[in-house]
C-alpha cells in the first residue's frame, strides 16, 4: 500500500512538472516563431543586400516555432490522460526537437561567421547596380543608410569612385533635405561595419535563444518518459 502511495506521488507530481513544462515549451515555440516572423520582416531588407543571402534560416525558425506550438498544445492533452504510449511518443519527439534547435543554433552561428565576406561583396554589387533598373535592392539600400546612418560601402567616397561616377544618393543626408556635395550634411561612415554589427549582434541574440531553447526539449522527454515509465508501474502494481 505504500509503494502504491508513493507511486501515485510521484505520478502526480511528475504530471504537475510536465504540464509546467509544456506550457513553458509552447512559450518557447512562440518565441521562436515572433523571431522567424521578425528575422523576415525587419532583418530581410538587410540580409538580402549580402552576396552570401540565404532566405531559408526565417522559414526555419517559423515552421519550427508553429511545430513546437501544434506539439505543445497536444503534449498537454497526453499529460492530463497519462497514456504511457503517448508519453513516450513525446518524449522521442522532443529529442528529434532538440537535435533541430542546436542544428539552427549551429548553422545561425556559421553565417553569422560568413556576414563580413558576404557582406563587402554584396554591398558593392549594390553600389554598382543601384539605380531605376534596381528598385528593390536600391530601395533596400536607402533604407539601410537612412536607418544606420551610413553611406556607400566603405565611406560617402565610394559613390564617386564608380565607373561612371552616381551622386550621393538623399538617403545619405543628415535631415531631410540637404546638399550632398556638402561633407558636413550627409553621413560620413561607410555601411559596411555599422549593418556587419547590428547583423551580427542580432544574429548573436537568435542564436543564444536558440541554443537556451534547446535545453526545454532534454528537460522535457527526461520528464514525460520518467512519467510513462511510473504510469505503467502502476498499472502493473494494480494488476499485482
Not at 561595419?193 to 526539449?217: C, E, M, Q, W, Y
Amino acid at each position: 500500500m505504500g509503494e502504491r502511495f508513493q507511486t501515485v506521488a510521484a505520478m502526480a507530481c511528475m504530471k504537475s512538472l510536465l504540464m509546467i513544462f509544456n506550457l513553458a515549451f509552447w512559450a518557447s515555440g512562440l518565441a521562436i516563431l515572433c523571431a522567424g516572423i521578425w528575422m523576415q520582416v525587419e532583418l530581410h531588407r538587410y540580409l538580402e543586400l549580402s552576396a552570401d543571402f540565404s532566405n531559408a534560416a526565417p522559414y526555419v525558425l517559423v515552421g519550427t516555432g508553429a511545430l513546437i506550438l501544434f506539439i505543445g498544445t497536444m503534449a498537454c492533452c497526453c499529460t492530463v490522460k497519462g497514456q504511457s504510449a503517448l508519453l513516450y511518443m513525446y518524449g522521442g519527439f522532443l529529442t528529434v526537437v532538440l537535435i533541430l534547435e542546436l542544428a539552427i543554433a549551429a548553422s545561425i552561428y556559421a553565417y553569422k561567421d560568413r556576414l563580413a565576406d558576404g557582406f563587402d561583396r554584396g554591398l558593392n554589387q549594390s553600389l554598382h547596380n543601384y539605380g531605376p533598373n534596381s528598385v528593390i535592392k536600391s530601395a533596400d539600400f536607402d533604407i539601410m543608410q537612412s536607418r544606420l546612418q551610413c553611406c556607400g560601402n566603405h565611406g560617402y567616397k565610394d559613390w564617386n569612385t564608380l565607373v561612371p561616377p552616381r551622386p550621393i544618393p538623399r538617403s545619405c543626408c543628415r535631415k531631410p533635405h540637404c546638399d550632398t556635395q556638402d561633407e558636413a550634411q550627409i553621413f560620413n561612415q561607410g555601411c559596411y561595419t555599422k549593418v556587419v554589427d547590428f547583423l551580427s549582434s542580432n544574429f548573436t541574440v537568435i542564436a543564444s535563444a536558440s541554443l537556451g531553447v534547446a535545453l526545454f526539449p532534454l528537460i522535457g522527454a527526461l520528464l514525460s518518459c520518467c512519467l510513462a515509465s511510473n504510469i505503467n508501474k502502476a498499472k502493473y502494481e494494480q494488476m499485482a
